[in-house]
């Protein structure tokens, strides 16, 4: 039976995958049987079908996450069913992972982590990078290494940038630096504020750059013409 609805699984809905949990555990869907149906799935799965069922599975997620009695271990499972390339991108993943920790507030931090770790920075968009760099509720390293990357990414456009000036790198530089070493003497919770204010002001050299960019373009524009 798996098997057949394993076929199949591109046509359904998500409310055809809620199946009334019967059995020993306290989840109010079984989950299970749909891990193992995603699975029947992935062995003979169609390439152009593959990021439909991962839609389908993330809408699954986000409804399922709600339940106070979904063991962390289901909710991992029912990500890892599916191979990373199943979705365009990792932000119906991301809601359904916040979601899940919305539900779940005492979680502990490496229940936090396991939930989040296959979620990865560069399958986000900007929106969702932003609003989970923001989020209180993910994992603390999770939340640092986006803002690490979400550095990194502004360092590189500025430094590759023609119009870069020399003192904005040499700020950029000294911030990080600044920040690597405050980061020593400090709390977690502290150590991601401090990140949070060196990433809205590198954002703002930033916009300087990209400023500085339009009116030296405009100028050319003006000298040709």
Known sequence: MERRIALMLEHCSVQDLLVKNCGDKDSIYDVGVVIRVVKNYVKNAVPRSVCI????????LTLIARDINLSVYD???LVEALPTNARYSDDNLYRAMDMYLKAHPHLTEEERKSVCETMEYHRLSEEARQHAMKNDRLPLKVVTQFMLLDQVKMVRFMTANEANQKDIRTKTRTSI????????????????????????????????LQLCKAKLQSQVKRCIK
């Open 53 to 60: 069922v991962g839609k389908l599975m993330d809408g699954y």
């Open 75 to 77: 909710f991992k499972s």
């Open 177 to 208: 630096k600044g920040l690597d070493r405050g980061c020593m003497q400090m709390t977690p919770r502290k150590e991601i504020k401090l990140m949070r204010n060196e990433v809205e002001n590198m954002k703002m050299q930033l916009n300087q």
